[in-house]
């Protein structure tokens, strides 16, 4: 038997683009790259003001506008100053808000009961912003960090947190934030089964209509130091919060979070924090099709603008591309503290 010549491999790349060194190329990629217009045309991914999630810290006071000092460009506000604010973020077509408090000390406890008291401050925030501006979406967080004494999201019995105790408290604070007029909760506490007890909570007390945004995988990461300033949980916290939020070397486990939270009744997912994990952004995307955010949280946003202020980078410029790479990577929409000065600039053009 004749034995058989080797076939020649399939190039991997068209031929124009493999002739020889020194014939002129047909196939020139920087043709496409040659006019802003053309380079539109040709754009794979598109960062949109609807794209983006601003994230609000609410305080106490009349007429506030406390900068936080690890956040540049970020401010406390106080709830008389929330209607022009989030009002100007309408105008520039951001869909919604999130709010996140600065609850007083002395309104803190071990079991963070001010986390359901209906006229706590988030709850107040949540009546005045949908009575000003009532045409956009807010948003809340449901997690016991901005209420506890100890810092973390659910209770501690002893040393440990106790995951079902959380879960009763958890379910009582959507409740008081459903009853506030919320659009949407987002429970980031990642105790197990919490967005079951919650979807059935609202929709026994007839808020079939709420939404929940699930933080499904959340990591216990070192970036969101500045956020923790902000709603003044840093210097409280005992310990930290390994034992409930995902270890940063998995990534197949974000994806049973996500089943999981799906199954129970999760209307949308969260990746927390947003750069270091786009790979786990682009698998929940490309596994459950399901609308997936990110969030770039406080530690991301910080290293931007401080290296900015410095003169290192531009902070436009590195903001736009941070955030291009979450929609490149799959995820629907995106938190960021940059949300009005994005806007602003994509309304610009």
Not at 34 to 42: N, Q
């Amino acid at each position: 038997m004749r034995e058989r010549k080797p076939q020649p491999m399939t190039p991997a790349f068209p031929a124009a683009e493999s002739r020889a060194l020194g014939a002129i190329p047909r196939l020139r990629k920087r043709r496409n790259r040659a006019d802003p217009w053309r380079r539109a045309l040709v754009a794979q991914s598109r960062l949109a003001v609807d794209d983006l999630i601003w994230p609000v810290f609410v305080r106490e006071g009349n007429d506030m506008a406390e900068p936080v000092a690890s956040m540049p460009g970020v401010e406390r506000l106080s709830i008389d100053r929330l209607p022009d604010a989030v009002g100007a973020a309408a105008e520039l077509g951001i869909p919604a808000v999130a709010l996140f408090p600065l609850t007083p000390r002395e309104r803190k406890s071990p079991g963070g009961e001010e986390s359901w008291n209906p006229e706590n401050l988030m709850n107040r925030a949540i009546r005045a912003i949908k009575s000003a501006v009532p045409g956009i979406g807010v948003i809340c967080d449901v997690a016991l960090d901005p209420y506890t004494t100890h810092g973390h999201d659910g209770i501690m019995v002893g040393e440990e947190i106790a995951n079902d105790p959380t879960l009763d408290a958890l379910v009582r604070q959507a409740l008081s934030e459903a009853e506030a007029g919320v659009d949407i909760v987002a429970p980031s506490d990642m105790m197990d089964g919490r967005i079951g007890r919650i979807r059935d909570a609202l929709d026994a007390a007839g808020h079939e209509r709420v939404g929940i945004l699930a933080y499904s995988a959340k990591y216990a990461s070192a970036f969101y130091g500045p956020f923790r300033d902000a709603i003044g949980s840093k210097g409280a916290l005992v310990g930290d919060k390994r034992t409930y939020q995902m270890d940063p070397a998995n990534s197949d486990e974000a994806l049973r979070e996500i089943a999981l939270d799906l199954g129970e009744g999760a209307d949308m997912v969260m990746v927390k924090p947003g750069m270091p994990y786009l790979d786990i952004v682009r698998r929940v995307k490309d596994a459950f099709g399901v609308p997936t955010f990110a969030y770039q949280v406080s530690g991301e946003y910080a290293m931007i603008m401080g290296a900015a202020e410095r003169g290192w980078i531009d902070a436009e410029k590195a903001m736009m591309e941070a955030l291009l790479a979450f929609k490149r990577a799959g995820a629907d929409g995106i938190l960021t503290y940059a949300a009005p000065v994005v806007a602003r600039r994509l309304k610009g053009g």
